[in-house]
């Protein structure tokens, strides 16, 4: 299993210590380092900025939000880091949902959220290939665009800058039992939310039928601490903000998660009280066994044993939230031996 860092999106601002952090994960060997982004920053520029100051390790985006770009310029993003970083980039890409898609990008959310997901893929995967020029007569896209508000004056093009590699890795974000069969079939790897070492059986259906090659990348918070109880308020904080206020009271992909890994009810109460206001009192019906099993927090010999289950199961890349490199080194010496 390979490890990678989870950067994330900013906050309010810059986060000062990105670099540091990812310079860092790479002397201990790290695989990757992650990027996201939501309604503020972007997930491209500061990938961009830690390529410069790296030299190995590989860069992922965790993920891109299809709604923010057509999929040619997203396509473009990669191509032109890929090559600028050596062959490092991982594009990894997510729908995201109503609440964000609508409100922020302006753009109605698809109704046939697989069909528009397969469609962007499929773009991806044409500009990179470079067979011919990209044409694609979609529901959702369609290159050249044929749509009655146009001019039919499209014409059909290929990448001017060759790609340094046809086949960067793509994987998706899904959440869905469906959306994540789906994502085998037409992805090089799957970005899960939230993963329980102690529900796998959960996914054993989606992805039976993945390639042998598949990533299945993960992320975790961790934190070496001397009590669980520590480490466990910053989960639950992620938790509250996800499971409440990233969605609507009749939407919200990240409770249905929840839900059907066996907290439907503190899922339901959690999204309640934060859409209601009372952000504390989600924060804590956050239940603890269930920010625990997502994480890794506690003192080094308890982490040791908690990533021992998360190795024997179908996870090839663990992600890393970690707020300090003394928990990236204590997870590199574990995962090594």
Known sequence: MRLGLALGYWGRGPAQDHVALA???ERLGYDSVWTAEAWGSDVFTPLTWIAAHTSRIRLGTAIAQMAARSPTATAMHALTLDHLSGGRMVLGLGLSGPQVVEGWYG????KSPLTATR???EVIRQVLRREGPVEVDGRFHSHPYSGPDGTGLGKPLKSITHPLRPDIPVLLGAEGPKNVEQTTRIADGWLPLYWSPFRTDLYEAPIAAAPKDFMIAPMVRARVCRDPAEGLPAVKAMLSFYIGGMGARTSNFHADL?????YEAEARRVQELFLDGRRREALQAVPDAFADEISLVGPRERIAERLELWREGPVTDLLV????PETLRVLAELNHH
């Open 23 to 25: 310079r860092a994960a």
């Open 119 to 121: 469609e962007y893929v």
């Open 258 to 262: 929840m839900a059907r890994m066996g």
């Open 321 to 324: 939230t970690a707020p300090d």
């Open 107 to 110: 753009r109605p959310f698809p």
